[in-house]
């Protein structure tokens, strides 16, 4: 028996977004970030122009540690930053809670978006009926085929997308959701369990993941694999911490 797959959206109708500066969304992006300033600093740049394509942005920058160099790049790019000394989950889950948009983005400060990614997104929030879904980014690991071939694979049959990936979610249906959990570890797996296959649009614009930046090499790909195995089988993710991403 085969699973269901992800639906996937083309961005080819521009149609639906309408001609610059005559059609506009709010969108809150939260990032989590993880103490490396200038990983951050390249993940706002990824972010630009979205004001000039019919978005008003709202950043908040979720960090750990208070870093001062991490608070500066983040000001300087006009992004609020929150500090909070709890897990990946906890962090996103401020964030989002300090948001004032109707759609959220959830990003990862080592996650770079490609150009298009806004218009992406607009075309996505448009339609009625993903008021009730979740879109994420198709992921590419820059120097590493493998670990690309084997997201695809995750994403395409067990619907299982990485954080790393982004997540394009209307507010009020993340609260439906539970919101984000309260883990280091594990919250893009619950969070995908909580939406299911019927409920998640893969979009055609990718995410982009530094190899330097996701666990390579056999172990991690083996660990990887059998943290999954196991969140399948029902293990709760809370329990597999030890596993990392």
Do not use: Y
């Not at 997104?121 to 009625?128: G, I, L, N, S």
């Not at 954080?163 to 249906?173: D, H, K, N, P, T």
Request: glycine share 10%.
């Amino acid at each position: 028996m085969h699973l269901p797959r992800p639906r996937a959206m083309r961005t080819d109708a521009a149609a639906q977004v309408g001609p610059p500066g005559t059609r506009r969304m709010a969108l809150s992006v939260v990032i989590a970030a993880n103490g490396d300033a200038d990983q951050l600093a390249r993940c706002l740049a990824a972010l630009r122009g979205s004001d000039r394509r019919g978005l008003d942005l709202e950043t908040i920058v979720v960090d750990r540690d208070g870093d001062p160099a991490l608070a500066a790049i983040a000001e300087a790019e006009g992004a609020a930053v929150i500090v909070l000394p709890g897990s990946r989950g906890a962090r996103l889950a401020a964030g989002a809670k300090a948001a004032t948009a109707e759609w959220l983005l959830l990003l990862r400060a080592e996650t770079l978006l490609e150009r298009g990614w806004d218009a992406t997104v607009m075309v996505f929030a448009a339609e009625e009926r993903n008021r009730e879904r979740g879109g994420f980014f198709p992921l590419e690991v820059v120097g590493d085929d493998l670990a690309t071939r084997l997201m695809r694979f995750r994403n395409r049959w067990m619907g299982l997308p990485s954080g790393a990936q982004g997540l394009v979610i209307r507010r009020r249906f993340l609260v439906h959701l539970d919101g984000v959990p309260d883990l280091e570890h594990g919250e893009d797996l619950v969070l995908a369990r909580g939406l299911g296959l019927a409920r998640m649009v893969v979009f055609d614009v990718a995410a982009k993941v530094a190899a330097g930046d996701w666990p390579t090499g056999p172990g991690a790909v083996l660990l990887g694999a059998l943290r999954i195995f196991l969140f399948r089988l029902h293990i709760p993710a809370r329990w597999l911490q030890r596993l990392g991403d």
